[in-house]
Structure formats: structure tokens, C-alpha cells
Nanobody, 124 residues
Framework: QVQLVESGGGLVQAGGSLRLSCAAS????????MGWFRQAPGKEREFVVT????????SYADSVKGRFTISRDNAKNTVYLQMNSLQPEDTAVYYC?????????????????WGQGTQVTVSS
């Protein structure tokens, strides 16, 4: 079992930045690919970004490419999401997820473990 706890959400003005963290329990973190997803009110949960277990491969949704950066520190069992140039349309609950494979995936159903989410609100 892997438990994931997100932190770092909050309220920020348009154009601002936030850094989300996701701390994972367990000794298998370094073998899991990780992902960030988000869900805005009234919308389905959507893919944001994924990173391979080694950190060597990433994939971003077009909507965040060039503004968001994912990274991970396997020694700390933590994955990060640096979000710059935030816009009101980025407002959502952001979820961290882990999959039981080392390779990346953009599909929600490929992730076995989910955090509780952290709210990000961007004001205009």
C-alpha cells in the first residue's frame, strides 16, 4: 500500500506561482511512476502531468506545458509540481497519484493510489 499526502495548495492571483508537494509512504516509491491530475467544479478529473519512476521521462497536458514542471526526489519519497503563470482556469483540486509501474501514463485508470487532493484557487 502507498499513501499519498498533497500539500502546498492555496489562493494565488493570476500570474502567480505555487509549488505542490506529494509525500508518499512506503519503500516502493522509487519504482512507481507518478502523476498529477486536477478536477475543477462540475468537470471530470483530468490529466496534468506524469513522471517516470526515475524522473527521466515526463509528459504534460498541452494546457500546462511550459508553465508547470514536475520533479521528484526519490530519497525523500516526494514528487513536486511547480506551477508558474497560473491562470483562473487552473483553479481545481489537484490530486497526486501513483501507478505500480515505472513507465508514465496519462490515463486515470492506470493509477492505483490517490491522495486526498489540495485546492488551488487562482483569482483574476
Amino acid at each position: 500500500q502507498v499513501q499519498l499526502v498533497e500539500s502546498g495548495g492555496g489562493l494565488v492571483q493570476a500570474g502567480g506561482s505555487l509549488r505542490l508537494s506529494c509525500a508518499a509512504s512506503g519503500r516502493t516509491f522509487s519504482s512507481y511512476a507518478m502523476g498529477w491530475f486536477r478536477q475543477a467544479p462540475g468537470k471530470e478529473r483530468e490529466f496534468v502531468v506524469t513522471i517516470s519512476s526515475s524522473g527521466g521521462t515526463t509528459s504534460y497536458a498541452d494546457s500546462v506545458k511550459g508553465r508547470f514542471t514536475i520533479s521528484r526526489d526519490n530519497a525523500k519519497n516526494t514528487v513536486y509540481l511547480q506551477m508558474n503563470s497560473l491562470q483562473p482556469e487552473d483553479t481545481a483540486v489537484y490530486y497526486c497519484a501513483a501507478r505500480r509501474y515505472s513507465s508514465i501514463s496519462r490515463a486515470l485508470n492506470d493509477y492505483a493510489y490517490w491522495g486526498q487532493g489540495t485546492q488551488v484557487t487562482v483569482s483574476s
